[in-house]
């Protein structure tokens, strides 16, 4: 909490309003778990990073200018070690072609999740001013817009609140393994939308937030994708 309370501090001293992935350790502060990796701001630091790492990486832009980095190609998957340096300059040169003046703060290297095996979903926050902050569940990832999978519930939400949103959309059989896909950790996924119900509760100053994907497999979940806006 101590954390939390220095990471958007920090954040509101450097007068932005708008934060990505500067802000994923406020997750790792609740306990909402994140995939290893960091921001690097050289291709040198991106090598040395993805060697720690020890797999192939996922690299993407860091831009405040780039909100949804994939549709710009700033989002590259399964990078073999021996290509991190050039994608590192890919990214920064598809940055720059789509926005020339774009300030572009590095490129984040982070640990594969497993697809295969998990499904993407969505957990976010909208602060609405007459019921306060509504969390939201669903169907994450690409599908977002098409299916509009999702639900919402007033924050914050005790662990029963937090179950019957997994079973409300339409999607829950997905996520208890249908056509003979394992079942994702389901107490993994309750526990997260709690978490999150409780950092919001605590920061009446993060007015929007979205984890997109939150991706949840067998083993649990990783929060891949982060955005949240503070006032
Ligand atoms: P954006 O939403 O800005 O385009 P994301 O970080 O959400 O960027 O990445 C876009 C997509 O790339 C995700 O929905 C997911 O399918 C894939 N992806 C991103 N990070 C990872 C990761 N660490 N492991 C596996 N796939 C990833
Ligand atoms: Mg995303």
């Given amino acids: 909490r101590e954390r939390a309370r220095e990471i958007l501090e920090s ?52 831009s405040p200018d780039i909100l949804h980095k994939s549709d710009i190609g700033g989002v590259e998957v ?7 340096r050039d994608t590192y300059e890919d990214l920064v040169v598809r940055a720059r072609n789509y926005q020339r003046d774009a300030a572009i ?13 998990g ?11 007459q019921f306060g ?10 599908f977002v817009e098409v299916l509009e999978d999702n639900t919402v519930r007033v ?26 896909r394992d ?5 993994a996924l309750v526990e997260a939308v709690q978490r999150l119900s409780q950092l919001v509760t605590d920061f009446p100053a993060i007015v929007e937030l979205d ?3 939150l991706v949840a497999t067998p083993d649990g979940v990783q929060a891949v994708d982060l955005r949240l806006t503070i006032d």
Avoid: C, H, W
């Fill in 11 to 62: 954040a509101a001293r450097r007068d932005t309003n708008r934060l990505g992935v500067e802000a994923m350790e406020l997750l790792d502060a609740y306990g909402i778990p994140t995939p290893a990796g960091g921001v690097v701001s050289s291709p040198t630091e991106a090598e040395e990073l993805a060697e720690d790492i020890g797999d192939d990486v996922v690299m993407k832009i860091v």
């Fill in 105 to 117: 703060l590095g490129v984040q290297v982070q640990e594969m999740v497993d697809l295969d095996s």
């Fill in 211 to 213: 984890i997109n994907p």
């Fill in 155 to 180: 924050a914050p939400v005790s662990e029963s609140d937090a179950r019957g949103m997994l079973d409300d959309i339409e999607s829950a059989p997905l996520l208890r393994g249908a056509r003979g």
């Fill in 119 to 129: 499904t993407e979903t969505i957990l976010g926050m909208n602060r609405d001013p």
């Fill in 183 to 187: 079942p994702v950790d389901e107490d």
């Fill in 78 to 84: 399964g990078v073999p070690p021996e290509e991190v």
């Fill in 133 to 142: 902050p509504l969390l939201l569940f669903g169907l994450g990832g690409i």
